[in-house]
Nanobody
Framework: QVQLVESGGGLVQAGDSLRLSCRTA????MAWFRQAPGKEREFVAA???????FYGDSAKGRFTIARDNAKNMVYLQMNRLRPEDTAIYYC??????????????????WGRGTQVAVSS
């Protein structure tokens, strides 16, 4: 069982930055998703073990995903935050079946999430 623990969320103002962290024991592809109230879970970013990165449309140009394999950590640096970025952010580890990096079905292990709230 892979355990994932997110941290770093909080309440910030529009234009501010936050860095989310995820502690994991998984060496597989890792991703961040987010879910706002009343909306479906949305792909934010993913990173392969070797470092290749992929971003959802909402994250391109503002967010950066990174990992430190030696420390078993995955990070999401979020810059120029907007009120529409408000959501619970989840860290996820890839499972056995690949439905595509942007599909939540590709990830079998999930953290409990960390809340990010951006005020205008």
């Amino acid at each position: 069982q892979v355990q994932l623990v997110e941290s770093g969320g909080g309440l910030v103002q529009a234009g501010d930055s936050l860095r989310l962290s995820c502690r994991t024991a998984s060496g597989s592809t890792m991703a961040w998703f987010r879910q706002a109230p009343g909306k479906e879970r949305e792909f934010v970013a993913a990173i392969r073990q070797g470092g290749d990165t992929f971003y959802g449309d909402s994250a391109k140009g503002r967010f950066t995903i990174a990992r430190d394999n030696a420390k078993n950590m995955v990070y999401l640096q979020m810059n120029r935050l907007r009120p529409e970025d408000t959501a619970i952010y989840y860290c996820a580890a890839e499972g056995k079946v690949d439905y595509g990096l942007g599909s939540a079905k590709s990830y079998d292990y999930w953290g409990r999430g960390t809340q990010v709230a951006v005020s205008s």
